[in-house]
Structures are given as structure tokens and as C-alpha cells.
């Protein structure tokens, strides 16, 4: 009945999280207006036409210079331009690499010119580039470190850090961190992942650590469906700090409840891999920590505090190189285009290394001690903060 139960709030509260995210969609990408070619005012006889789109840059920040600057053709046109900064008549015959931009603020508009000789523009859309210090990497490498491994999530701290701290956060360099975080996880764990990775050369499903593979595989199904949804559904729209605030609750609430666990059973048996593996992919929410869901919902279930410690970090391993190769792959056409400097990023990687380290200890020791859902006091201050601030205004993204 435990079981049953957990698997349903947990498929409830991503189904209002689905809903609630399609209510507020809120497109990044800019659509083009037919216009009048007289006059350039736009036609409402015509209405809404889709016949240029800017997919890149959006309304966030890169580094330095060179930036990708790519749009998608709906209908045949004559000729195709773009506005940068108001300078008119640079033309353009497909996508293009905008150099040598300052730091600062800069805006573009797309126009074009079908056969029929009327004139189509897109709405303005707005982006920055700036330069990445490193005391913004290392802040950045101690909030993915600590983050991603205390039950606090990362991604919202990272979303916070922005907001009140003003660091810059770039494709490449999200990657790395999350590279230093994957390693020291593989690291801490280099018995267990040797012992697995022997266990499955020799295709052993028997012995100790040969029984983890498939009770992995299991969670790791539902983690990346849920993964996948959220990347294709909901990212977009679930980075309000409304939302961030809620998800913190919700996980305060879990966490907080997993220390009425019964700890009953020290055997990771195929229904609680399963739920735990639909707890890793409620971790893509910002404000919903990887580690502190799925301990917490291990905990839930009855299983022994060791064994959840161990199969929860197990599990993330998989899910981690998952969401790096998903990063990797939508931000491709950034990753080249990012001029932060390979100091800067060696410094980002060690700093998350350590933190992480640093993390995983406090959480094993935090487990063993009972005394893991003390976190859930932070995160519920934090989501009642994240709110208030919210719907008072203060907060507005």
C-alpha cells in the first residue's frame, strides 16, 4: 500500500506540474508580423503570418563575440535581412555568425521580402554578451558542487545565484560543472562502479553487484521518459521562481516525511527501483533535489538507510550522463561560440569536484545519523521566501 500510494502522489504531482506548465507557456523563440510594404505598419487584415523566426540568440546571455545567429524560412522570399543594434541594410542569405560585439545589451530584427514584393519583419528580440571572471566560475563551481549532491537542488540555486548575484552562466560551462559533479560521484563510488562494469563485461546478473545492473536499468526507464517530457514540454516554461518556490515545498515535504521510514528491508527489489527512478526524473524540476528525492523516497519505501544512500548515487550516474548528453546535443550551436577561457573552466571543473566531494560525505553522514530531512527546514524557508517574493512582484521571471 506504501508503495502504491508514493507511486500515485508522485504521478499526481507531475501531472499538475504538466498542466500547469502548458497553462503558461511562453515561447522564447520570435515569430515574424506580415507588414505593409507602403508603410511598414502591420496588417491586420492578413494577421499572424510565421514567415521568419529567430531560434538564435534568445533573451539570454552569452560570452563575448562570436554568436550563433540562426532563423527558419516558413514561405519563399526574394531577399532576407537583419537589423543589429539599429543599423539597417545588413543583408544576410542564410544563417550567419554575429562577430566583434561588445559587452552589453544589443538587440536584432529579422526582415524579408517575398516575390510579391510585400515586406515581412520579426519582432526584436533581445540578448547580451559579457565576460565570465573567475570568481564567477568558482561560485558557480561551489553552487553546482554543493547543490547537486545536498538535498538543496542545484539547478534552483544556480537560478537564484543569477537573480540576486548576477553570475553568468554559459552552455559550455554549465556542461563542465556537470562533468565535475559526474566524475567525483564515479570517484567516491569507484569500488561499486568497477564491480558493476566487471559484473556486466562478463554478463553476471547473480552476484551482488551483478543484481544492481537490471534493478538500474529499471529506474533508469522512467527517469529518462520523465526527462525527456520535461525537456520537450515543460523547460521552457517551469523557470519561474513561482514555480521553483512550490517545487522546493513539495520537496520539503518528502523530505521531511522519509523519516517515518520503517526501514524494514535491506533489498532493493524492481518496485522500489521503479519509484525511485520516477523520484530521479521528478529531479529535472528545479527545485527538486536528485539526491534528497530519491533517498527520501527510498527511506519511504522501507528500505535500509545504507542501501538508499548507495542505490540512490548509483542511480544518478546514468541519469547524469543522460542530461549531459541531452545538454550537449540542444546546445550545440553554443558550445563553440562560448569564449571563456580554459583556465577558467579548469578552475569551474576542480572547484565543483571538490564541492561535491565535500557534499556526498555530508550527505552519507547525514543518512547514517538520521538526521537527513533536517534540510527540508532550509528548503521550506526557502520555497516560502521564493513565494512571497513572488506574488508580491519583487520577483517577476
Known amino acids: 500500500m506504501r508503495l502504491i500510494l508514493l507511486f500515485s502522489i508522485c504521478m499526481l504531482i507531475f501531472s499538475l506540474i504538466l498542466f500547469a506548465g502548458n497553462g503558461q507557456a511562453n515561447h522564447a523563440i520570435a515569430v515574424a508580423t506580415r507588414g505593409d510594404s507602403q508603410n511598414g505598419s502591420s496588417s491586420t487584415a492578413n494577421g499572424l503570418y510565421q514567415i521568419v523566426s529567430i531560434s538564435s540568440p534568445k533573451n539570454i546571455t552569452y560570452t563575448l563575440s562570436d554568436i550563433p545567429f540562426t532563423f527558419i524560412i516558413y514561405e519563399p522570399v526574394s531577399w532576407i535581412g537583419y537589423s543589429l543594434d539599429g543599423q539597417t541594410n545588413v543583408t544576410i542569405t542564410g544563417n550567419t555568425t554575429l562577430t566583434n560585439l561588445a559587452e ?18 520579426s519582432q526584436t528580440v533581445y540578448f547580451s554578451t559579457t565576460h565570465v571572471s573567475v570568481l564567477e566560475v568558482v561560485s558557480l563551481g561551489l553552487i553546482q558542487g554543493l547543490g547537486e549532491w ?27 560543472l556537470h562533468v565535475g559533479t559526474l566524475v567525483v560521484v564515479v570517484f567516491y563510488f569507484r569500488k561499486e562502479v568497477k564491480e558493476i562494469l566487471k559484473a556486466l563485461v562478463h554478463l553476471d546478473f547473480k552476484s551482488e553487484y551483478g543484481q544492481l545492473i537490471p534493478l538500474i536499468i529499471v529506474a533508469t526507464i522512467p527517469t529518462a521518459i520523465i526527462g525527456l517530457l520535461y525537456v520537450k514540454l515543460l523547460e521552457d516554461t517551469l523557470q519561474t521562481f513561482l514555480i521553483i518556490g512550490i517545487t522546493f515545498l513539495v520537496g520539503a515535504t518528502v523530505l521531511y516525511t522519509s523519516r517515518v521510514g520503517k526501514e524494514d528491508t535491506d533489498k532493493v527489489t524492481v518496485a522500489i527501483a521503479l519509484v525511485m527512478g520516477v523520484a530521479q526524473g521528478f529531479a529535472k524540476f528545479p527545485g527538486l533535489s536528485r539526491s534528497g528525492i530519491t533517498i527520501s523516497t527510498a527511506l519511504l519505501l522501507g528500505l535500509k538507510r545504507e542501501k538508499a544512500f548507495k542505490f540512490s548515487f548509483l542511480l544518478s550516474i546514468p541519469a547524469i550522463i543522460g542530461d549531459l548528453g541531452v545538454e550537449a546535443y540542444q546546445q550545440r550551436g553554443q558550445l563553440a561560440a562560448q569564449t571563456i577561457g580554459p583556465i577558467e573552466l579548469l578552475i569551474g571543473i576542480i572547484i565543483a569536484m571538490i564541492a561535491g566531494y565535500i557534499a556526498i560525505r555530508v550527505v552519507s553522514s547525514l543518512v547514517r545519523s538520521k538526521k537527513f530531512h533536517y534540510f527540508a527546514i532550509y528548503t521550506l524557508l526557502l520555497g516560502i521566501t521564493l513565494l512571497a517574493l513572488s506574488l508580491s512582484g519583487f520577483l517577476t521571471t
Open 104 to 121: 552589453g545589451s544589443h538587440h536584432i530584427i529579422v526582415y524579408s521580402n517575398d516575390t510579391a514584393g510585400t515586406i515581412y519583419s
Open 150 to 176: 545536498l538535498p538543496i537542488s542545484s539547478t534552483a540555486h544556480l537560478k537564484i545565484a543569477e537573480q540576486f548575484l548576477s553570475l553568468t552562466r554559459t552552455a559550455l560551462l554549465d556542461v563542465v
